[in-house]
C-alpha cells in the first residue's frame, strides 16, 4: 500500500491504497450516483424497500437486488445495464437510528406505534403518505423537535443507535471500494441533510473526500439552531474542514425545483457568499423528482425567466412539496427554484461583493429510494420509491411525473477517492439524464486547438480551462474561444446509445445596469432526421456518432460578468411512461388514448398527457447533458497563476494552476 505516494494528477493521496495501474494524465469520464437511499431512509421503509447500503454498493457494481411487491413483499428483482464507476449511499441522516431500532426485532421500541406505522404494509398511497409525514414531520419546522418520543424509553438510546449506524454506512463504503490497482470502483461515504421546512425542498447531500469524517452525520436535527444550510456549514467546518483530522467534504443542493424559491437565499455579506463558495460548489441538477435547469410552459408559451422552449423538460409542476399546492402562473413561479436564474443573480452578487455564492458545477443523480443506484434506462425502469412503482398501474397513477433520475460525469486521472474528490472540488464535472454522452468542454485562448486532431485536449489543456474553471480577458476584448467535443453514448447491446441530435452552449451575462440576460446559441446539429417510431419505439434514421466545434460568442462584451455552459441534445427517444403505458394496451399517441385508458384501468388516465393538454408532459424525450459552467470575470487576469486549494496543504496538496493565455 503507498498511504502518500506521487499522484497521476494534481492532488495529493490521503488514503492508503495501491496506485491505480493505468492512469489517464488527460483525464477519463467517470459515470456515478451521489444520491442513494436505502431501508434506513424512513421514506425508504415505509414503502417498501429492505435493502441496504451494501446492497446499493452490489447493486451499482452490477448484483442483483430485490424490490418490493404491492405488499411490501420482495418479490420482485432488479440489476443495472451497466456497472456504475463510483456511487455513494446518502441516506437521510434524520432519524436514521430510530429507523434500525424499529426494523430491529427484540429491540425496546420494536412494538411501540411508531415503530408498527414504518413496517405496516400500507396499500393505500395517502396511507404510505401519512405514514412518511409522521416519521418526517418535525423536519418541516424551523425548530423541529429532535427524536421521536420512545428515544425517552428507558434503556434506549436514539444517539447511540444513530452513530452505530453511521459507522455501519462507514464500512458498507469500506468494503466496496476497491483499494486494488484495478481501480474499479470507488465508493464515498456521504449522507443527506434532509430541510424540509413547510414542504420546501432545503435538501443538500454531504459527500466526504475519504474515510476521515465527523463522528455523526451532521442533520438538519444537529445543526438547525445554526439556521437551515448555515447551521449545517458551521458545524462542518468546526467538526470536519478546521478539526485538523483531514476531513474534507463537498455539499451538493437538490430539488430546487421544489424549494419554494428558498434553496438559494441571499447571502448576508461578502464571507457569507464566499463560505458558501467554498462549500457548495455544486448542485443536482436533475434527478427523479424532475429537472432543475429551467422551466418553459408550452401551453401559455412563457417561461420563468426565459424564452427557452426546451425547458419543459421532466418539469416538476409544483414550486415545493405540499398536498393541494396550488401551481403559480409561470410568471409567478418563483425564480430561484431553478439553477440557471441562480447563476444569473450569481453573476450580479459578484458584482457587489467581490465574491460569486452560486458558483457552482453540476452533478446528476437518480435519488432512488429503492436501493438501485443508477438504474436510468427509460425502457424497463422498475421505479425508486418501493411499492409506489410495484405495477404499472400504481407507476402512471401516482408517479407519472417522475423519471429515471440521472448521472454525474467526473473527469478524473483516475477512479480513486482522492482524484474524483479532486475533480467534484474543481468542479470538472456534467450532469446526464441517465446516458453516457462523452463531453468535453474548455474556453480560453485555445491556441491550437482543432477539431479532429489527435492532440485536441492535450492543447485545450495547455491554453485553456475545462468545464467549471474561470477565466479572464483572454484575447483582450475578442471573445474567448469555446471549444466542445461530444462523443455519443454506445449503450449496451441490447439498447444501443442514441446518436447526437445536437449541441448548444446557454449563456448567462450581467449588463452595466446590473441586470441579467440569457441566450442560448446552437454550435453543433447533426443535421440529421433522426426520430422515434411512435408505433414501435424504436428509433429511425440516423444522427451523430460524433460532434466537435470551436466557437468564439458574437455578443462578447470585454466588460460584461458571464458564465458559460454546454448542453447536449440526443435524438428523440420514448418517454418510460410510454412504455408502460404501451404495454398495457394505452397509447400516448392514439386519437381515442382516453377511451383506451378507460377500457384497460382508469389508473392509466395519465397516459394521455402531452403537448396538447399538459404544460410539461410528451411521451416522447431528448436525453440531454449539462456541463458545468466556465466563468468569464472582466477583473480576471489575462494571464492567471493561481494556487488553488482543495484543503489544507498540508492535507491534500495544492494545485499550481498557469494558464498559457496569450493573444492567440
Not at 83 to 108: I, K, R, W
Not at 466 to 493: C, H, L, Y
Amino acid at each position: 500500500m503507498d498511504a502518500r505516494g506521487a499522484s497521476p494528477g494534481p492532488w495529493a493521496r490521503t488514503e492508503e491504497r495501491e496506485p491505480c495501474a493505468d492512469p489517464a494524465p488527460l483525464r477519463r469520464p467517470y459515470f456515478g450516483d451521489l444520491h442513494v437511499h436505502t431501508s434506513l431512509s424512513a421514506d425508504a421503509y415505509i414503502y417498501g424497500t429492505r435493502t441496504g447500503p451494501r446492497d446499493a454498493y452490489g447493486f451499482a457494481r452490477g448484483e442483483e437486488i430485490t424490490l418490493s411487491d404491492d405488499n411490501e413483499e420482495q418479490t420482485r428483482t432488479a440489476r443495472i445495464d451497466r456497472a456504475l464507476d463510483f456511487m455513494a449511499v446518502t441516506d437521510h441522516a434524520e432519524f436514521f437510528g430510530e429507523v434500525d431500532l424499529c426494523a430491529t426485532p427484540g429491540s425496546l421500541v420494536y412494538d411501540e406505534q411508531l415503530c408498527q406505522v414504518l413496517r405496516q404494509p400500507e396499500p393505500d398511497l395517502s396511507q404510505r403518505f401519512l405514514a412518511t409525514a409522521q416519521w418526517l414531520f418535525p423536519l418541516g419546522f424551523p425548530e423541529p423537535v429532535t427524536e421521536h418520543a420512545f428515544c425517552a424509553t428507558a434503556g434506549v438510546d436514539c444517539d447511540a443507535a444513530a452513530v452505530s449506524v453511521w459507522e455501519d454506512i462507514q464500512a458498507a463504503a469500506e468494503e466496496a471500494y476497491d483499494r486494488t490497482s484495478a481501480c474499479t470502483f470507488t465508493s464515498f461515504i456521504g449522507y443527506e441533510y434532509t430541510a424540509s421546512l413547510s414542504g420546501r425542498h432545503l435538501h443538500r447531500n454531504v459527500i466526504f473526500r475519504n474515510e476521515k469524517v465527523p463522528a455523526i452525520a451532521l442533520s438538519y436535527l444537529d445543526t438547525f439552531e445554526g439556521g437551515v444550510g448555515r447551521g449545517l456549514w458551521a458545524k462542518l467546518e468546526a467538526q470536519c474542514l478546521e478539526a485538523g483530522t483531514g476531513c474534507e467534504a463537498v455539499v451538493i443542493p437538490h430539488n430546487s425545483n421544489m424549494s419554494g424559491g428558498d434553496q438559494f437565499f441571499d447571502p448576508a455579506d461578502a464571507d457569507d457568499a464566499a463560505r458558501r463558495e467554498r462549500l457548495e460548489r455544486l448542485v443536482e441538477i436533475h434527478q427523479v423528482k424532475g429537472n432543475s435547469e429551467c422551466r418553459f410552459d408550452q401551453l401559455v408559451g412563457a417561461g420563468a425567466g426565459t424564452t427557452d422552449e426546451l425547458c419543459t423538460f421532466e418539469i416538476e409542476p409544483r414550486p415545493h412539496q405540499l398536498p393541494g399546492t396550488p401551481v403559480p402562473p409561470i410568471d409567478q413561479f418563483p425564480t430561484r427554484n431553478l439553477v440557471r436564474n441562480v447563476l444569473k443573480d450569481g453573476l450580479a452578487f459578484e458584482q457587489m461583493l467581490g465574491v460569486n455564492p452560486f458558483r457552482m458545477g453540476f452533478t446528476g443523480s437518480t435519488d432512488t429510494h429503492n436501493a438501485n443506484a443508477g438504474d436510468v434506462a427509460e425502457e424497463g425502469w422498475p421505479g425508486i420509491q418501493g411499492n409506489e412503482d410495484s405495477s404499472p398501474q400504481r407507476m402512471i397513477r401516482d408517479n407519472m411525473r417522475t423519471n429515471p433520475g440521472g448521472l454525474t460525469a467526473v473527469w478524473a486521472e483516475e477512479n480513486s477517492r482522492d482524484a474524483l474528490f479532486a475533480a467534484l472540488a474543481r468542479r470538472e464535472t456534467y450532469a446526464t439524464t441517465g446516458t453516457r454522452p462523452v463531453v468535453r468542454f474548455f474556453a480560453g485562448a485555445l491556441t491550437g486547438v482543432r477539431c479532429g486532431r489527435d492532440d485536441f485536449v492535450a492543447q485545450a489543456y495547455a491554453t485553456g480551462t475545462p468545464m467549471g474553471g474561470e477565466i479572464g480577458p483572454v484575447r483582450g476584448n475578442r471573445s474567448p474561444r469555446f471549444a466542445v467535443w461530444v462523443q455519443k453514448d454506445p449503450g449496451t447491446t441490447e439498447q444501443p446509445g442514441r446518436d447526437l441530435e445536437r449541441v448548444q452552449v446557454v449563456k448567462g451575462w450581467l449588463d452595466a445596469d446590473g441586470v441579467t440576460h440569457e441566450r442560448v446559441f446552437e454550435v453543433a446539429d447533426a443535421a440529421s432526421g433522426a426520430d422515434v417510431d411512435r408505433r414501435t419505439c424504436t428509433p429511425t434514421g440516423s444522427g451523430a456518432a460524433e460532434l466537435c466545434a470551436l466557437w468564439e460568442d458574437p455578443d462578447f462584451d470585454p466588460r460584461q460578468r458571464a458564465f458559460y455552459y454546454v448542453r447536449v441534445l440526443e435524438a428523440p427517444t420514448c418517454r418510460w411512461s410510454t412504455f408502460v403505458c404501451k404495454a398495457a394496451g394505452v397509447d400516448p399517441f392514439a386519437a381515442n388514448c382516453a377511451e383506451q385508458a378507460a377500457a384497460a384501468d382508469p389508473a392509466f388516465a395519465d397516459c394521455c398527457l402531452g403537448e396538447a393538454n399538459d404544460p410539461f408532459m410528451s411521451p416522447i424525450v431528448r436525453e440531454r447533458a449539462w456541463t458545468s459552467p466556465i466563468w468569464y470575470r472582466p477583473d480576471g487576469p489575462a494571464r492567471l497563476s493561481a494556487r488553488l486549494r482543495f484543503g489544507k496543504e498540508s492535507d491534500v496538496g495544492v494545485l499550481d494552476v498557469r494558464l498559457r493565455l496569450g493573444s492567440g
